[in-house]
């Protein structure tokens, strides 16, 4: 079945330092892949995504590009904001069966430091 | 344009007992997606409706059956609650008919406490 791995958080970092979630998957067809980003007592918010190998996913200074080589999608950020603290989710969605469901990581928490 | 919204934001609920969440998909999608995440946790597929049907079905127990009714809400009905069933309930809607990769929305949850 599908899956996705993510780094262990929580990932502490000063204001303006630059940031790398790595995230893996196996999926069996060609799926979309998602980050999504949760903030304290909210539900997830799509950030960014890529539906095909090399698409280059990229919203609010953050980017990730589809590896099918390596099976990757890490998310980057140049320069990060106290703002950016939450909990960051990659994912996947194939359409196997006819329907588009997600498959999450466990996540990565993200604290940005002044 | 209205957001995925959820109702109730909080339940407390005992063993034993029944629950039902509701959820109103974003204007304009067909398809309502639910999902369970244990705190500290990455969501997990409950199931997914699309034209009043179960199309998709996580590995979850019986207990979990849902409802999409014709206006495209949905409910999440869960029997027996164990304490394991303590989580944060994500409702999820999207267009399924049309573009081959439709992303999720998904409604703030609703947080179901089980003593």
């Known amino acids: 079945g599908n899956s996705v791995t993510q780094m262990e958080g929580p990932v502490t970092l000063s204001e303006e330092a630059f940031l790398t979630i790595n995230c893996t998957y196996t999926?069996?067809?060609?799926?979309?892949l998602f980050w999504y980003v949760q903030y304290p007592g909210e539900g997830l918010q799509l950030l960014l995504k890529a539906t095909k190998a090399d698409d280059k996913g990229s919203n609010k200074g953050f980017e990730a590009t589809y590896r099918k080589e390596t099976t990757s999608f890490h998310l980057e950020k140049g320069s990060v904001q106290v703002s950016d603290s939450a909990v960051y989710f990659c994912?996947?969605?194939?359409?196997?069966?006819?329907?588009?469901?997600?498959?999450f990581g466990t996540g990565t928490q993200l604290k940005v430091e002044l | 344009d209205a957001g995925v919204t959820q109702s109730p934001t909080h339940l407390i609920k005992t063993r034993g007992q029944q629950v039902t969440l509701r959820c109103s998909p974003k204007?304009?999608?067909?398809?309502v997606s639910w999902y369970q995440q244990a705190l500290g946790q990455g969501p997990q597929f409950i199931f997914q409706y699309y034209e009043e049907e179960e199309r998709q079905r996580g590995n979850f127990p019986d207990r979990f059956s849902g409802h999409q009714f014709p206006n495209y809400s949905s409910e999440l009905n869960v029997n027996a609650l164990l304490l394991g069933d303590s989580a944060l309930y994500l409702c999820?809607?999207?267009?399924?008919?049309?573009?081959?990769?439709?992303?999720?929305?998904f409604g703030p949850g609703t947080r179901l406490t089980v003593l």
């Open positions: 999926a069996t067809g060609y799926p979309s």
């Open positions: 994912a996947l969605s194939d359409r196997t069966g006819g329907g588009n469901k997600l498959t």
């Open positions: 204007s304009g999608h067909d398809t």
């Open positions: 999820a809607s999207s267009f399924l008919a049309g573009a081959r990769h439709n992303e999720q929305f």
